[in-house]
C-alpha cells in the first residue's frame, strides 16, 4: 500500500472512532501542538525554514480532515536561537496546559539543553538535532526525525575514502554539542579504514577571522576536508575564509554545507563541495512531491531545516490518530511503534531509543546548483 493511501487511512480511521458528534454542533477544540521555534536571533532564517514546513504538513492535515475529528493548530514559542531560550520555550508550552507534542530544534545544543525540561514535563518531542548521545540519553519523551550523526559520519568516511580515494584528512568542527559529536563520531568510523586524521581543529561559532583555521589546514599536508559545522552562516564565512587562504583540497561536509542557505551566502566559495544530507528531492517520491508542494507554496526551493518539520508534524499526526488520544504516554507508545512510514526524509522505523531513520545521501554542489549523487543506508550496520 502507498504512503498516501495508508496514511490517509490511518486518519480516516481515527476520524470514524472519533465521530460522535459535538454537543450544540459547535466545532471541536483543535489539537495543539508546540514549536520550539528560531523565530528570532542567528537562526531565524532557517527557522523560517522550519516552519515552512510544519505549516505546509498542517495544511495537508487539516484540509483531509484533521486527527481524531478535530483540527491540528500550531502554538509557536521563540527560542530566540540559544540555549536558555529554548528551554523557556518548552517550558512555556508544557505549562500551557493544553499541548499535546512538541516539535522541537535541529540543533542538537539547544536539544540537550532542553533534555532536563522535557524529562520532568512528559510530552512525547520530535527533534532535528543529529547528535548521536541525544536519543541515546535514556529520555523516553525523545524522538528524532532525521538520521544521527553515526551515520553521517560513516557515510563522509565511506565516501571520502573509497570513493575520492582521500587519506589524508583534516576535520574542521565548530565546538558545541553538533561539532564535537561530529567529529568524534567521525574519528571512529576513519578508524575502521586505518586512517588517522593528521589534523582536528575547532572553532567557536560566529568566529569572526578564520585565518587561523585556514592556515593549520595549509600546513597540515591533508588532502581532504571534512567539516560539522553549526549553520549556514558559519559555512559560508569558513568557505570564505578558505577561498581567500587559496586552500584548494577536497571538502565533504556534513547537512550544512548543502544547505540552501549556505549555498546562497556561500556562492563560489562552495562550488565543487561535497555534502552528505538526509534531505534532497531526487532521493525518493515523497522528497519530490514536497520539493514541489513547497516550491508552489513558498516559492523558493526546500531543504533539510524544512523536510524534517513536515515529517515530524506528519508522524505526530499519525501516532495521534493511532493511538485515538492526546495523552503523552498513549502518543509516546504510538511514535514508538511507527513501522515503514514512508516520508520525505526515509522510511521510518522506530526503534526503543527514538532514531527512525540511517540513510544519507552525498550531493554536490556544481557552480551551486545541489546535485545528487548516491544514497547510502546503514540500517544493517547500525546498533
Do not use: C
Not at 47 to 57: S, T
Not at 217 to 242: C, E, M
Not at 256 to 264: I, N, T, Y
Request: hydrophobic share 40%; net charge positive; glycine share 10%.
Amino acid at each position: 500500500m502507498g504512503r498516501g493511501i495508508s496514511y490517509f487511512a490511518s486518519l480516516a480511521a481515527a476520524l470514524a472512532l472519533a465521530g460522535a458528534p459535538v454537543r450544540g454542533g459547535a466545532a471541536a477544540e483543535p489539537i495543539t501542538i508546540g514549536l520550539v521555534g528560531e523565530m528570532s536571533g542567528a537562526n531565524a532564517e532557517m527557522g523560517a525554514y522550519q516552519l515552512n514546513g510544519i505549516r505546509l504538513a498542517l495544511d495537508e492535515i487539516n484540509q483531509a480532515g484533521g486527527v481524531l475529528g478535530r483540527q491540528l493548530a500550531l502554538r509557536i514559542e521563540d527560542s530566540q536561537s540559544s540555549n536558555p531560550g529554548s528551554v523557556l520555550a518548552l517550558s512555556t508550552l508544557a505549562e500551557a496546559g493544553n499541548v499535546a507534542a512538541v516539535i522541537g530544534t535541529i540543533r542538537s545544543t539547544q536539544a540537550l539543553a532542553m533534555l532536563p525540561t522535557l524529562l520532568k514535563v512528559g510530552i512525547p518531542m520530535i527533534i532535528g538535532g543529529t547528535d548521536y548521545t541525544l536519543t541515546h540519553a535514556n529520555n523516553p519523551w525523545l524522538f528524532r526525525a532525521r538520521p544521527h550523526d553515526g551515520d553521517s559520519a560513516k557515510a563522509i568516511a565511506d565516501f571520502g575514502v573509497n570513493t575520492l580515494k582521500r587519506r589524508h584528512w583534516v576535520i574542521i568542527h565548530t565546538t558545541e554539542t553538533f561539532g564535537i559529536g561530529g567529529k568524534n563520531r567521525l574519528t571512529q568510523a576513519l578508524r575502521a579504514y586505518g586512517v588517522t586524521p593528521v589534523l582536528s581543529q575547532g572553532f567557536r561559532n560566529n568566529t569572526q577571522d578564520g585565518s587561523f583555521v585556514a592556515e593549520a589546514i595549509k600546513r597540515s599536508g591533508a588532502d581532504v576536508l571534512a567539516t560539522y559545522i553549526y549553520s549556514p552562516d558559519n559555512v559560508a564565512a569558513f568557505a570564505q575564509q578558505l577561498q581567500k587562504s587559496r586552500v584548494n583540497l577536497s571538502w565533504v561536509g556534513s547537512s550544512s554545507v548543502g544547505a540552501m542557505s549556505s549555498v546562497r551566502l556561500g556562492g563560489s566559495a562552495l562550488h565543487g563541495s561535497y555534502a552528505i544530507t538526509d534531505f534532497v528531492p531526487e532521493a525518493n517520491p515523497q522528497a519530490r512531491a514536497f520539493a514541489r508542494k513547497y516550491q508552489e507554496k513558498y516559492g523558493q526551493e526546500p531543504d533539510v531545516y524544512s523536510s524534517w518539520a513536515y515529517d515530524a508534524t506528519h508522524i505526530l499526526a499519525l501516532a495521534i490518530g493511532r493511538a485515538n488520544s492526546t495523552r503523552p504516554d498513549a502518543i509516546r507508545r504510538a511514535i514508538l511503534a511507527i513501522r515503514a512510514y514512508a516520508g520525505v526524509e526515509g522510511t521510518y522505523n522506530y526503534d526503543s531509543n527514538g532514531d527512525a531513520l540511517h540513510g544519507y545521501n552525498i550531493v554536490k554542489n556544481e557552480g551551486g546548483k545541489i546535485v545528487f549523487l548516491k544514497h547510502v543506508d546503514f540500517t544493517a550496520t547500525t546498533p
